[in-house]
């Protein structure tokens, strides 16, 4: 429901992934590339939701950027493609009629008119390393001002080899968008490694990672008596916020357990641009909190 921005370094393995992609050589591009180019572009969909399309010269293949994950699509003849779950795609260039209609699932028949040019992208999306630079050679985490301790990998538990081995095969794209991989070992990080366009300043959208820390929190509130399932939100934040809008007996009756699976009721559809609860919208909010609280209620909350 919510997303949260992750800035710096952390003290456990953090894999910051984006939509897996299917990497077949870092080569140059080729007339399969160029044909792509022509679908380009940034669309929208009656009813909201936008998405740019890029023809990425690191596959020859054609990836579709929503909320800044990339994800490929792959030739099926013609203007027909495949998205990663196999859904089928069809991509028009016609006149006027330039589009992105999805063919299968929940949203078969769904519109996505080309409005504009795709935005410019940093070349580095492309590569974990400047294809120039696709050597690999494993060195300490340096310190920084943040609190937290590094060394370097000397031994067991930790194997260098081994380590040496998986960073080869990150820069040299073996594992597509992996973003960065950091391992601590008794409170000291011992391996730190971004790739493509992050480094330790990059700010990164968590978004539903979010919710597994969050469940494995209240999880130990629970199994500390602090919290029950079946307790009603709202009180938790009537100091903060003793009047809430669209306040409905159905509000009312949202519970933890209502949030941790996602049946709240709330009218937040991502995939629907006039939500009122759309995250876009929650990111322009200064205080997402009374952002949620105040969102109008789409249907009772139910388990």
Known sequence: MQQRWFRGRVWLIAFAAAATATLHAQRGPTPEFERLRLYEGTYEAEGGGTLELLASPRENALVAV???????????????FVDATGRRVRLSLEKGREGYTLLDGGYAGRLFRRVGPAPPFDERVWFPRPPS????????????????????????????????????????????????????????????????????????????????????????????????????ILPFFTDEYPTVANLTDGKRKITIEHLLTNRSGLDCDDWNRASPGHEVKMGLSDDWARFILDLPMRSEPSL
């Open 66 to 80: 929503v909320g800044g994950g990339r994800y490929p699509l792959k030739a099926a003849g013609g203007d027909l």
């Open 133 to 232: 630079n696709l050597g690999y050679r494993y060195a300490p985490p340096a310190p920084r001002a943040d609190g937290l301790e590094v060394g370097r990998v000397e031994g067991p538990p930790l194997d260098a080899a081994r380590l040496q081995q998986m960073g080869e095969a990150l820069a040299g794209g073996q594992h597509p968008d992996v973003h960065s991989v950091l391992i601590a070992h008794r409170g000291r990080l011992l391996y730190e490694e971004y790739f493509y366009e992050y480094d330790p300043n990059t700010p990164h959208p968590l978004r539903s990672a979010t919710k597994s820390v969050v469940s494995a929190l209240v999880g130990l509130a629970i199994a500390q008596n602090k919290l029950e399932l079946r307790q009603p």
